[in-house]
């Protein structure tokens, strides 16, 4: 077994070939992985068979017994993926901008890849194409830590990967799939730091939490969203409707999906029997504040922890607040600075909201479901950052680079 | 005594009102700073006196004591210093780029403060007036971790820019300078994940590197750099002397001067002897391979060690390479992905280099002296990161800034 030591070092002398790679061989190679992935799409099932029957053995929940199976629609949905990526333009080789100073030396900052990315995920084999194919798009060569139920599965895709790399031409060791996948491994793996130039935990909370704690690698933290929408006094109360049902039950699970309605107390009464009784319809349980609770007896009582959970379910919390600066404050005690959302028409109301919520996306009038990569517009998403370095709210291509500045002069010294 | 937690949430209540402060508060309030730093220069330079006084008590190093020692004119030059930061752009509030999806919604991508701004740096008080000033030109505020035995002076900086804050009416809180200076308290402080938004550890390696691996919260790393310069058959000799010169003698204590000195075997014999003679001249050690001292018999034996070592002194490693590719290969293995160096007149090689070395600047035919913030032409610098993530290379008030997104609509939902 080679050591997670051994795997980065690999990785890290691949990547000089891999970040002077041209568009044209990087698109080649991606061609390769998506003609290999469905060529070997057998292989690849019967190894995600082997870890099913094992998990199953194990006694894992149906829920993620679900993430980790792959089908002929799955593998077919990771080549399609990786389409969309090929289309992507390429970031790397691009002069950000340049200038000549006074004595006449040159300077062009560039965009270059941030050389090798250490990934870190749960048991979906999806994930394992997807982080390859942008990896590669940017030039950067990749450390996949995936977990151990899904280890024959993504062994499968990696082999797959490997030899289409040959094909073309490409280092194949540009991508390591790390053969320790002990829980200890995780500790050792964020500490390779001469190796790897960013870490990108994608999963849980917890999983989160415990590698932007233990990480020396430079990370950046994704995905938990305790989002708000508050309701103005002037909001459009159809539309709102319509948006916080959008938001709460289009897809509960996800890290943009609403968490927490504050409620003017101006219009608490005529509007939170309307939404609940829409919300109650689709499932969702609502707990609330006291205020909620006396126009809506039925309804549970919130607890503190009430606003400070993301969910990730069919429960919504409900405070009736005093107006836009209750609801700005509340925010910014208990929101995760993902996307925080205001319906109103009252345009002060509007600009203060905007100006005070600290957040990587504010809405106005607009589902917090738009708050992603390919809503945005960026073709491929490689998460949500809601951290403020290097790279905030829906990340694409450009997030996995970096800046080199070339300097060029004719002998000048200072 | 306030604990660091305490004064890290003073900091964070008090970014709200920064954040928003319009660029006509913050300069009005970044005169009153210059204002009261000369107006009260005699009780600074009262509290520095004690300051040095105990710092000689305790046998400090002269080096230090001279940076510790605040005079007349060194509190002029950090008035000075005041004044170029009021005279840059402010960054925050513009919109970076904006755009329509085909849904009708429109997002703005805009610039906006990253928060509270953590500073760690050693016994230099003027750095304290630098920092805050670049902290409030761009709507953060800031922790201050001086060292203790610059406390004094620190302090007295710190309360004379608290009194210009209340004259223009801005939230003096949002400058802290922590009273624990303990060795100990490092470790609190770069844990105060849920105040900060990021860390910059300015100093020796040691306490940067202490930082890294210690830091909860988000860091920028910068400052150690073991730059190379690699002399190509085809340099102009003459040009190359006048570079390495500069590179080496004209600031040594830098992290962009010059640390080793790789030559193209074919150019050793005529020019090793030439170089050497200015260097030796100069003052500068040189330390040489096994082929530079068949050629330059007098000078010392490279040990290992000297090929990983930033000196920050006169002394300059030497080392006989066959090429371009070799010079590479060093640069990789032994550079901080600082500033890195060729001479030469071959396209090729140069353009080899350019791609291959992997550093955040490289340089061609002109001193690696130039990689600075203001002969950047950046107007004041924060400081050199040699990380990949958020800034690379000279940081200007960009790099203290960090993106929110606004999402504006009429009732989208997805």
Redesign the interface.
């Known amino acids: 077994m080679k050591t997670i030591e051994q795997q980065c070092k690999l990785a890290f002398e691949a990547s000089?070939d891999w970040?002077?790679a041209s568009t044209e061989l990087k698109n080649k190679a991606l061609l390769a992985l998506i003609r290999e992935l469905r060529v070997h799409e057998t292989i690849i099932l019967e190894a995600n068979t082997a870890d099913m029957d094992a998990a199953r053995a194990s006694g894992i929940s149906e829920a993620l017994l679900d993430r980790l199976l792959l089908t002929p629609e799955r593998i077919e949905s990771m080549a399609q993926g990786l389409e969309t990526i090929l289309r992507l333009n390429d970031p790397i080789g691009q002069i950000i901008e340049g200038?000549t100073?006074p004595n006449g030396?040159v300077?062009k900052k560039t965009r270059?890849p941030?050389?090798v990315v250490g990934i870190i995920y749960e048991a979906r084999p999806n994930v394992t194409a997807d982080v390859v194919g942008l990896a590669l798009k940017s030039g950067n060569t990749i450390v996949l830590r995936g977990s151990s139920s899904a280890y024959r599965s993504n062994r499968a895709i990696v082999t797959v990967f490997e030899s289409a790399l040959k094909q073309v031409g490409l280092n194949s060791e540009g991508i390591q799939l790390l053969e320790d996948t002990s829980r200890e491994s995780v500790t050792e793996f964020v500490s390779m730091?001469q190796y790897l130039?960013?870490m990108i935990p994608r999963g849980g909370a917890d999983l989160i939490q415990r590698v932007?704690?233990e990480s020396?690698v430079?990370?950046?933290e994704t995905g938990v969203g305790n989002c708000h929408v508050f309701v103005d006094q002037t909001a459009?109360l159809k539309?709102a409707i319509?948006?916080i049902?959008?938001g709460k039950v289009?897809r509960p699970s996800v890290c943009n999906s609403l968490e927490t309605l504050l409620i003017h107390e101006a219009v608490a009464e005529p509007f939170l029997p309307q939404i609940a009784e829409v919300l109650i319809q689709a499932g969702v349980e609502l707990r609330g504040c006291p205020k909620t609770k006396t126009i809506l007896p039925q309804v549970k009582e919130a607890t503190p922890s009430d606003w400070e959970t993301e969910y990730l379910a069919l429960i919504l919390a409900v405070k009736v607040v005093s107006g836009v600066n209750e609801a700005i404050t509340h925010i910014?005690q208990f929101g995760t600075q993902h996307s925080e959302l205001i319906l109103s028409n009252d345009y002060a109301n509007i600009e203060l909201f905007?100006?005070?919520v600290?957040?990587?996306?504010?809405?106005?009038?607009?589902?917090t479901?738009?708050?992603d990569g390919s809503?945005?517009?960026f073709g491929a998403e490689l998460g949500i950052s809601t951290?403020?370095?290097?790279a905030?709210?829906?990340m694409g291509l450009n997030e996995l680079s970096?800046?080199?500045?070339?300097?060029?002069?004719?002998?000048?010294?200072?």
């Open positions: 000089i970040a002077i200038w100073r030396i300077i270059v941030l050389g730091r130039s960013v932007v704690k020396k430079p990370t950046i459009d539309k319509a948006i049902l959008n289009q910014r905007k100006r005070k600290d957040a990587a996306a504010v809405l106005v009038n607009a589902s479901r738009f708050v809503e945005f517009g951290q403020k370095l290097h905030r709210g829906p970096t800046v080199k500045y070339i300097v060029e002069g004719d002998g000048q010294t200072r």
